[in-house]
């Protein structure tokens, strides 16, 4: 019994995650969906529709839209502070007090990446609507069909700047897709292999390896780390490359 208890709160977690994730409960937030409401469509005032994209990046001059979805209900987060509030109405020994103290130690200790990430969303966008993205973009296609081998060389580098691959796909995905565009290659490929790229460089991440040196009480040793896991993530962004680089002709 105390086994499941102690384990309850994953079990729990899990089961919202799973729930949020299935295409029937998705469905509800669709636009004729019965919650459509609660998803908040807030168009962005002097941005929505003016800024105009247009060939070659696109087929047609058309303006960009600048809307925040704001999803009170369907987005992950929700899930997840749903998860927490069933673990605390559960357990017999956590209260709502020592919920709040830690909710608070969390904000504390997160507050910089917090920054940080919002920090690289707003660089991004920033990035996106002004064409900065799909200027590079244009650069990069004069590589031709060498460029999806150093395609993921690029998601490496924003993961092991930032830390995140969510982050680096921010900041690259639309850069990807607008040279693959322009090489005639699959944009899903470049995009996909941004993300691979980014997943070989979490291993010499100096964020994920202050995270994971924390975890196992190695603190102080993260340089011993990332000259361990150098060499494994150079190996793996290697095999990545080629690969990347292989199926651009199949998908060609």
């Known amino acids: 019994m105390e086994v499941i208890k102690a384990w309850s709160p994953f079990n729990i977690l899990t089961g919202t995650i799973l729930l949020w994730s299935l295409p029937q409960f998705k469905s509800l937030f669709a636009e004729d969906g ?10 962005i005032p002097f941005l929505h ?30 899930a997840i502070l749903i998860a ?36 690289i969303m707003a660089v991004a966008y920033i990035a996106n609507f002004s064409e900065a993205s799909s200027s590079i973009g244009l650069g990069l296609a004069q590589t031709g069909r060498i460029f999806p081998l150093i395609a993921p060389v690029i998601g490496w580098s924003g993961v092991f700047i930032t830390g995140s691959v969510v982050n680096s796909n921010t900041l690259f995905a639309h850069l990807q897709l607008v040279t693959a565009s322009q090489i005639g290659t699959s944009e899903a490929l470049l995009v996909a292999a941004n993300t691979s790229g980014g997943v070989m460089a979490k291993l010499i991440s100096p964020q994920s390896i202050a995270i994971a040196a924390a975890a196992v009480g190695q603190v102080g040793r993260e340089s011993d780390i990332m000259r361990t896991t150098l060499l494994y993530s150079f190996g793996l962004l290697v095999y990545v490359c080629l690969w990347t680089f292989i199926l651009s002709f199949l998908v060609w």
């Open 84 to 119: 927490v509030v069933l673990t605390i109405l559960f357990s017999s020994r956590v209260s709502p007090s020592e919920a709040l103290s830690q909710l608070r130690s969390v904000i504390l200790d997160l507050w910089s990446p917090l920054a940080m990430i919002s920090i």
């Open 49 to 78: 529709l003016q800024v105009q994209e247009m060939p070659p990046i696109s087929d047609a001059v058309h303006g960009l839209p600048a809307v925040w979805n704001v999803a009170l209900i369907s987005a992950s987060g929700t």
């Open 34 to 43: 019965l919650l459509a409401a609660t998803v908040l469509k807030l168009q």
